[in-house]
């Protein structure tokens, strides 16, 4: 007789486990790591054809590069791995497995996170290298960094929501739309004093607070300036984040546990 | 332990519709469906295409939801971890991820059923080599034929050994051998006491190995019981092929491709003894005797057919 003790954390890991191998076996994800690096390459040269401090132009290529092709990668690569589990019917045996289907969610998002971070790790390597070797020290941006792997944590979270909900190409416009939201939802604040007061302020104020406020995960230009980030604030913002990641986890577990698959 | 009198899988009342075009109207696809099936038999869900058993086995892996009726294997709710943990699945036609190798696929599922890492290398070979895919082990799942990902999918169904395996028409796509192989395998599952339910619409496979089988159509069931109680074994007629001379006056058909040969259709064993006698006496030689039995596929047509003449009854009244 066989021994078998399936559990929850066994489940969670060897469905993450697959979604890590899914993804770094997919070529969109080189592709992008390739380009990014790139970009993080070049930097060099963009800094020679602007004016201003070279160190600064790096900082901030560099950074905006790791955020933007992280955003890209979660968003390809995070809205397509429910879909094809669904389409290519690889979901029917796995679910027919003792797992509950809020640890298949919960296992992709972590195999794909761990993706992210393994990216995000790669392209601050090659950043920081570049700044080492010209005699800068890189890391002041490490909160910066740290924030944007919370960011898209935030990211993933979403695209796995609504590639629970719909197809990919409206889960990725949707994605991508929660991430501009998500970047200008301090302007809401502003808006809410220039309309009347009744149910169009209460509207900004109700989008205020459920969209994520990514703005206070941008530390892109304090660091790049040289401001010193405190301790405190980079542990509350990452709090934040990964809280509010963990809710749109929770929602896109409910969203699929509720699915039919016909 | 697949023993007791508890069923393997016991279905009461079960109901589906779909919502039609734009959720305008609900179609059934499963109509008061139940059955119960035992500890240790083979059953066949059979039914043309469309009759509702892929809806019927979804609903029992919870991939669906009835809505209205009960599941449940050995006593408990399918929708239950414990209840999948007990049971192993094939999909029709499956897909599997053509970023794995076969080792890599199945040893994702023995992790998914809990089994150590210290069992799993040598489960994984010995299963690979019990579905005929041993030495394809580090093969990447993209170059698989479908015969190939048909055995690696009953692999998957019976690497942890469940007490009761669902097969979602487990030969299709299969070469005459493969099906010969899964039949064995699934006769294999019956001698360790597993319980197998699978669904066909090839009678032959379900007719050579099941204990009982039920046949669905519309989403209703027409039948259900013993493959020995539902089809006779009695013989309907003879067939007799005769090579050379025909007795003066006895009506024959010609087998296809052979022109020196009768075939002559006797309705009982006298007329075929009187027949013989008169071939021998004739200069004829009888080349076979073939008795003919009702065959699930009779049954098959005679409830199929009964129910569209019935529904044309009803649509034109």
Redo the contacts between chains.
């Keep these: 007789?066989?021994?078998?003790?399936?559990?929850a954390a066994?489940?969670i890991?060897?469905?993450g486990?697959?979604t890590f191998?899914?993804a770094i076996?997919?070529r969109v994800l080189y592709l992008l790591l390739v380009f990014a690096l790139i970009i993080i390459g070049v930097s060099r040269l963009l800094s020679l054809l602007t004016v201003g401090d070279e160190e600064k132009i790096i900082k901030d290529v560099g950074l905006s590069a790791i955020s933007l092709f992280g955003v890209l990668t979660a968003v390809f690569v995070g809205v397509s791995l429910v879909f094809k589990e669904i389409e290519?019917?690889?979901v029917?045996?796995?679910?027919?497995?003792?797992?509950?289907r809020s640890h298949f969610v919960f296992g992709k998002f972590l195999g794909l996170f761990a993706v992210l971070l393994l990216n995000v790790g790669l392209m601050s390597a090659a950043l920081f290298a570049l700044l080492f070797f010209r005699g800068a020290a890189p890391w002041p941006l490490l909160p910066a960094v740290l924030l944007i792997a919370v960011e898209l944590a935030i990211v993933t979270a979403f695209a796995l929501l609504f590639s629970s909900l719909t197809n990919p190409v409206l889960s990725s416009v949707w994605t991508f739309a929660v991430y501009v939201a998500g970047h200008l939802s301090w302007s809401l604040l502003t808006l809410r004093e220039k309309v009347p007061e009744g149910f169009a302020r209460w509207v900004c104020d109700a989008l205020y607070w459920v969209l994520p406020n990514l703005k206070r995960l941008d530390l892109k230009a304090q660091v790049v300036h040289g401001a010193e980030m405190p301790d405190a604030y980079v542990a509350l913002a990452a709090t934040y984040g990964l809280g509010y990641a963990a809710v749109i986890v929770a929602l896109a577990c409910w969203a699929f546990s509720r699915k039919?698959?016909? | 332990m697949a023993s007791g009198n508890v069923p393997a899988l016991e279905i009461e009342g079960l109901h589906k519709a779909?919502s039609g075009h734009l959720g305008i109207g609900r179609h059934p696809a499963v109509v008061d469906v139940g059955m119960s099936i035992r500890p240790g038999e083979i059953f066949g869900l059979l039914g043309p295409n469309g009759a509702g058993k892929t809806t019927t086995i979804?609903m029992i892996?919870?991939?669906?939801?009835p809505d209205a009726g009960a599941i449940r294997v050995f006593g408990l709710p399918c929708a239950s971890?414990?209840a999948?943990?007990r049971?192993?699945?094939?999909?029709e036609n499956?897909?599997?991820?053509d970023?794995?190798t076969a080792r890599?696929f199945l040893d994702?599922?023995a992790?998914?059923?809990?089994?150590?890492r210290s069992?799993r290398r040598d489960?994984v070979d010995q299963t690979l080599e019990r579905v005929g895919l041993g030495g394809r082990g580090d093969a990447a799942l993209r170059t698989f034929s479908k015969g190939m990902t048909q055995r690696l999918?009953l692999a998957?169904?019976i690497q942890?050994?469940p007490d009761l395996v669902?097969l979602d028409e487990p030969m299709s796509g299969l070469d005459p051998l493969g099906r010969r192989e899964v039949r064995d395998l699934i006769l294999g599952l019956r001698e360790a006491g597993k319980t197998v339910f699978f669904s066909s619409h090839i009678l032959q496979d379900a007719e050579m190995i099941c204990d009982r089988i039920a046949i669905l159509k519309s989403g209703s069931l027409l039948s259900a019981g013993r493959l020995d109680e539902l089809v006779s074994n009695q013989v309907r007629w003879f067939e007799v092929t005769i090579r050379g001379t025909l007795p003066a006056g006895v009506d024959a058909g010609r087998p296809a491709g052979r022109e020196d040969e009768h075939l002559v259709r006797v309705p009982d064993i006298e007329a075929l003894r009187a027949l013989l006698d008169r071939v021998r006496e004739g200069g004829g030689q009888v080349v076979s005797v073939w008795p003919r039995r009702d065959t699930l596929e009779d049954l098959f047509m005679q409830r199929i057919g009964a129910e569209k003449a019935a529904h044309r009854e009803s649509s034109r009244a």
């Design positions: 007789m066989l021994e078998r003790h399936p559990s066994a489940a890991v060897a469905i486990l697959n191998r899914e076996r997919d290519r019917r690889t029917y045996t796995l679910l027919a497995q003792p797992v509950h039919e698959f016909l | 779909f979804k892996l919870g991939l669906l939801r971890r414990e999948r943990a049971l192993g699945y094939l999909p499956p897909y599997f991820y970023h794995l890599e994702f599922y992790r998914l059923q809990g089994i150590a069992f489960l999918g998957q169904a942890h050994e669902i």
